[in-house]
């Protein structure tokens, strides 16, 4: 089993809507946790940490659940620049190593 | 600042040749990570120093493959009688700890096709 597992996708997006995903880890013991965005052939860039009371930067809105152990993002008003491939990420806090990376969500924003 | 950066952007090679791939982290940054990443697929952990050291090669996908960091700054990926299904983009990441976590920050990768 994957420690970071997200849906693949692609979620198609008419532009302006609002588009939510999950991704969820199995280790308990994270504590640390992150979501990129990856565009086709381009390095991953952090979009947004995610802290435990859950966060919002503009359109983008994680949530934290460590009870069922899954992070959200949502994504309001969506624009067709949002078109890419979120990853979810994972670590254990106050330990140096391994950032667990999901495998990503793909959005698609259609016109 | 300067973000990280990772050279050569592109290698073409034939197989059985040696690569070296060189990744340079954000200035102050101790954690330095390494990533594959092949076509269409997800990151591929394969390696990752404190300063120097390496405490956790366990996603170095076979003997071929070796790192090195030094002074705590540039670090090389080797791959040593590369094959096809080595073709991939190498990603590099560098971090620094705070108090609230740590962020990792990506490279542009090379993209390392094997004939």
């Known amino acids: 089993r994957k420690e970071v597992e997200q849906d693949p996708g692609p979620f198609n997006v008419p532009e302006g ?3 939510a ?26 979009l947004m940490s995610v802290y435990s ?21 949502l994504i309001r008003d969506s624009k067709l620049s949002d078109s890419a491939t979120y990853l979810c990420v994972a ?19 259609t016109p | 600042g300067a973000g990280v950066s990772q050279s050569p952007s592109n290698k073409v090679t ?11 982290p954000i200035s102050g940054h101790t954690a330095l990570y390494w990533y594959r990443q092949r076509l269409g697929q997800g990151l591929e952990f394969l390696i990752y120093f404190q300063g120097n050291s390496a405490p ?5 996908p076979s003997d071929r493959f070796s790192a090195e960091r030094t002074g705590e700054s540039v670090s090389t990926l080797t791959i040593q009688r590369t094959q096809q299904e080595d073709s991939a983009v190498y990603l590099c990441a560098s971090s620094r700890y705070r108090l609230g ?3 990792q920050y990506f490279g542009p990768g090379t993209r390392l096709l094997v004939l």
């Open chain 1, 91 to 109: 670590k254990v806090h106050d330990s140096w190593g391994k950032f667990q990376f999901g495998a990503g969500t793909q959005v698609v924003v």
């Open chain 1, 21 to 46: 995903f999950n991704c969820t880890y199995s280790n308990s013991a994270s504590q640390s946790f992150f979501w990129y965005r990856q565009d086709c052939r381009k390095e991953p860039k952090l």
């Open chain 1, 17 to 19: 809507a609002t588009v």
């Open chain 2, 101 to 103: 976590g740590e962020t």
């Open chain 1, 53 to 73: 009371s859950g966060n919002e930067d503009g359109r983008f809105t994680a949530q934290l659940n460590r009870a069922s152990q899954y992070i959200s993002l």
């Open chain 2, 56 to 60: 956790d090669k366990s996603g170095l």
């Open chain 2, 14 to 24: 034939e197989k059985g040749k040696d690569v070296e791939l060189r990744c340079d």
